[in-house]
């Protein structure tokens, strides 16, 4: 069955450092992915997403994701992190079931330390 | 405003009873969704609309749970005889058009609480 795996629950990052969030997906054919991320009492946010083409996909608030199908992962970075990023970070994969129904992981919890 | 939106944004309600949530989504968005958020069971698709019509209801965890959207807007998910494993975060999202790859825009939730 098609899943994605979020492996880390909780990180902290400290302010200014570098970011990266780990997702890992399973899905026969070539994957629609997503990154969405949830500030607390708020919906989700779409950062970005990859469909085909250029493996690098640059998002929103500076965000990037690298798409590596030998690794099926779709890994999300950020090179500065800053406080407002706290919050968590959900992974989802965009199945082609005759409409899009998105399969998310558990999601990770950033946290920004000063 | 310009985005999702649902309301109630908080609900608590007695076993037994119930609910009706309301999604109304992006203007001229033909696509709604349901999903709910729950602790044991992370984000999960419930029922998603193309117009008025609903053509999978797979995720729809029991037939406790229906859901209905009129003039291809606003759209309500009912739970009937709420039972506490239905307490959750019930997010709705809507896109342009059911195609794969359309974004899918969130509201903000109702966090419903079954006591």
């Known amino acids: 069955a098609q899943s994605v795996t979020q492996p880390d629950i909780h990180i902290t990052v400290s302010e200014g450092a570098s970011l990266e969030l780990r997702c890992n997906y399973s899905y026969g054919a070539t994957p629609y992915l997503f990154w969405y991320v949830q500030s607390p009492g708020q919906g989700l946010q779409l950062l970005l997403k990859?469909?085909?083409?250029?493996?690098l996909v640059q998002g929103i608030k500076g965000f990037e994701a690298e798409f590596k199908r030998s690794q099926s992962s779709f890994n999300l970075r950020k090179p500065s992190v800053h406080w407002s990023d706290a919050a968590e970070y959900f992974c989802a994969v965009g199945l082609n079931t005759g409409f899009q129904k998105l399969v998310f992981g558990t999601g990770t919890r950033l946290l920004v330390s000063p | 405003g310009a985005g999702v939106s649902q309301s109630p944004s908080n609900k608590v309600t007695e076993k037994g009873k119930d609910v009706e949530l309301r999604c109304d989504p992006i203007?001229?968005?033909?696509?709604l969704y349901w999903y709910r958020q729950s602790l044991g069971q992370g984000l999960e698709f419930l029922i998603y609309f193309q117009g008025n019509s609903a053509p999978d209801k797979s995720g729809l965890p029991s037939d406790r749970f229906s859901a209905e959207r009129t003039g291809g807007s606003v759209s309500t998910l009912t739970i009937q005889r709420t039972q506490q494993e239905d307490s959750a975060v019930y997010l709705c999202a809507s896109s342009l058009v059911v195609l794969v790859g359309e974004t899918q825009y969130f509201g903000p939730g109702t966090r419903l609480l079954v006591l």
């Open positions: 203007s001229g968005h033909t696509a």
């Open positions: 990859y469909f085909s083409g250029d493996t």
